[in-house]
């Protein structure tokens, strides 16, 4: 089971261009319907705390995917998987880059690829949106726009979200238990 953390998350992180966001949906394919280590709701709640903790989604995901199906040496095992790849990309760049970097073929290439980051960082946005409450769906898309055109840090929404999910649940308990 290791191994297999272990690779999926090594194919995961060779394979994905554009950052941690862009890998979710991957992950997400990969842990809920390849392999069926996790449920979708599960996933989505690993997601939700990964997109909390400080540093990369990816990674935050899959050390939590990997702590979830097989412990301390599972989160490992993924953490490696995925980091890897990019450890040596990174490494090989560093290498080469500066001789390359004002190649005209390089910089066209990365212009080419910036379309389709964007899409696979939009893809995992609109599939998590199904099922979702439309109030909850509406909650998002202000919160969003606020970040984005007002400038309010994510912290303070992090924060305004933990807090208002308090609320909620303590209210729905108490009426539950009205009842």
Same mark, same amino acid.
């Given at each position: ?26 992950? &997400? ?12 709701? &599960? ?60 190649? &005209? ?15 696979l960082i939009v893809a995992p946005i609109v599939g998590l949106t199904k099922g979702m409450h439309s109030a909850l769906l509406i909650v998002s898309v202000v919160t969003a726009i606020a970040v984005w055109m007002f400038g309010i840090s994510p912290v303070y929404v992090l924060i305004l979200g933990a807090l208002a999910g ?9 009426? &539950?238990?009205?009842?």
């Amino acid at each position: 089971m290791l191994w297999q953390l272990f690779i999926s998350f090594l194919k995961i992180g060779a394979f994905t261009f554009g950052g941690g966001y862009a890998m979710v949906p991957l992950i &997400e394919k990969e842990v809920i319907d390849k392999r069926g280590w996790v449920a979708r709701e &599960e996933f989505l709640d690993l997601l939700t705390i990964a997109q909390s903790a400080p540093g990369p989604i990816a990674l935050n995901t899959a050390v939590f995917v990997g702590y979830r199906i097989k412990g301390l040496l599972g989160a490992l095992s993924s953490l490696f998987g995925i980091v890897l790849p990019s450890f040596a990309i990174i490494l090989l760049v560093a290498i080469f880059f500066a001789d390359i970097r004002n190649n &005209e073929y390089v910089e066209a290439a990365f212009k080419a690829i910036r379309p389709a980051v964007v899409a696979l960082i939009v893809a995992p946005i609109v599939g998590l949106t199904k099922g979702m409450h439309s109030a909850l769906l509406i909650v998002s898309v202000v919160t969003a726009i606020a970040v984005w055109m007002f400038g309010i840090s994510p912290v303070y929404v992090l924060i305004l979200g933990a807090l208002a999910g308090l609320v909620w649940s303590i209210f729905i308990v108490r009426k &539950e238990g009205k009842q």
